[in-house]
């Protein structure tokens, strides 16, 4: 699947996000002192030229002093309160290891698990045009934290299309970031892992030779995931982009071979598994590495365009359950959901983004007239102008209007003035199966630790 790499240090909208370890370094305010350090220098008695210890409390919403010549029992330390509306500091390690625990600190919920607490899952996903990588761990029940993540596209479809048969040129490129991704893995110890190829793979002639390849040369197992499956694990990873009052989503993911599209009916009773609510499932054989180089990526005119977009409805009109949610279409509580590469550089060319960023990208609303907007903006483009686009790049400079292609032609079919944008998809599906089938989320299970 064509979509973008989250990273690991991009927070995403509960789901991926960098892995910020409980326990971390303390901030400490220099120049202030706004804690007493209850008992502290006092085990041998007060200081002989001590007049009393200065404490500080309340009266009247006002601070005030007072002298007492009585030091506070170590049994009811009393820490001094910041002022209204000034966050509270961290007292020095000092001061708290001086301190006693109250009873009523004792019963509290237990600490956050520290990151070797915490079993470690992985999904990896070659797929036409990229290879991708995430290493996460349990986070609050049905999230999850990446620590470690890859992405690199390799283009193992290029020439696919025409010859039927992954090109040397293309495994090697794939080979070799496989190979960063199985040091990645072997320097950590997984709990579960799932390896998976997707449509390059499939329908390539050569693609189980190129996967015995893979495992002897990187030490790699990968399982080639037929389409419904690579569907179902795409609607997993959107789950929570998916809104309670939410009655019906066609969600679709541009891939580079492939694009699968889910019909997801989630009115009534609804699973905690997204995947449980697709009433009807497609995945169309073309994506934006076969679209482009049928018709030719590097210079679109509006008449190619338009083409590339009657190829993929012909497509469409061949699947039998594309009414399924038609009922639901008219209505506010109805809308697509976006899950590639396409879908993000449109966001990122939207937004005007000097930069892509996925945390303003994932979870993104776009109405129809923006979307209408950026699509004409893109075709308006030349090459290089594309390539210039920090969203867009060298790298998808060739592809982006093929993905922009299979786009208009599924709104063509299902239109909506709504689409949301995921940065996320095959490998959060993966990840949240993983650990749901783990029982990292069961009743009892306390913020990540081991079941």
Known sequence: ????????????????GSFQPAGGAETR??????????????????????????????????????????????????????EPDVPAETPPAEIRQAATIPVEAARREPRPPQPYDLPVFAALDLGTNNCRLLVAVPGRPG???????????????????????????????????????????????????????????RSAANGEEFLSRVKVETGLTLEIIDRQTEARLAVSGCGSLVERDTEGVVLFDIGGGSSEIALIDVRGQRSPRLASHIVAWTSLPVGVVSLAEKFGGREVTPQTFGAMIEHVKSMLDGFAGRSRLDHLMDGEKFHLLGTSGTVTTL????????????????????????????????????????????????????????????????????????????????REG??????????????????GARP
């Open 143 to 201: 999230q999850f934290r990446v620590i470690d993540a890859f992405s690199r596209i390799v283009r193992l479809g290029e020439g696919l299309a025409a010859n039927g048969r992954l090109s040397d040129a293309a495994m090697d490129r794939a080979v070799e970031a496989l190979k960063v991704c199985g040091d990645k893995l072997r320097n950590r110890a997984i709990e579960r892992a799932r390896l998976v190829a997707t449509e390059a793979c």
């Open 1 to 16: 699947m064509e979509d973008r790499n989250a990273g690991a240090d991009a927070p995403g909208a509960g789901v991926p």
């Open 29 to 82: 305010s220099a120049g202030r002192a706004d804690f007493a350090s209850p008992g502290a220098g006092e085990e041998n008695g007060p200081h002989p030229n001590s007049k009393g210890k200065r404490r500080r409390k309340r009266k009247r919403g006002r601070k005030v002093f007072a002298r007492d010549g009585n030091a506070p029992s170590a049994k009811a330390p009393q820490v001094s309160q910041p």
């Open 347 to 426: 966001a990122g060319v939207h937004l005007e983004l000097e930069r892509y960023d996925r945390r303003r990208v994932d979870g993104l609303w776009m109405d129809g007239v923006s979307v209408d907007r950026m699509v004409e903006k893109l075709l308006g483009w030349d090459f290089q102008q594309r390539v210039n686009n920090a969203c867009i790049g060298a790298d998808r400079a060739d592809l982006v209007l093929a993905g922009c292609a299979i786009l208009e032609a599924i709104r063509g079919v299902w239109p909506s003035d709504r689409l949301r944008v995921a940065d996320r998809g095959l």
């Open 430 to 447: 993966i990840l949240s199966e993983l650990m749901g089938d783990a029982g990292v989320w069961r009743r009892g299970w306390r913020g």
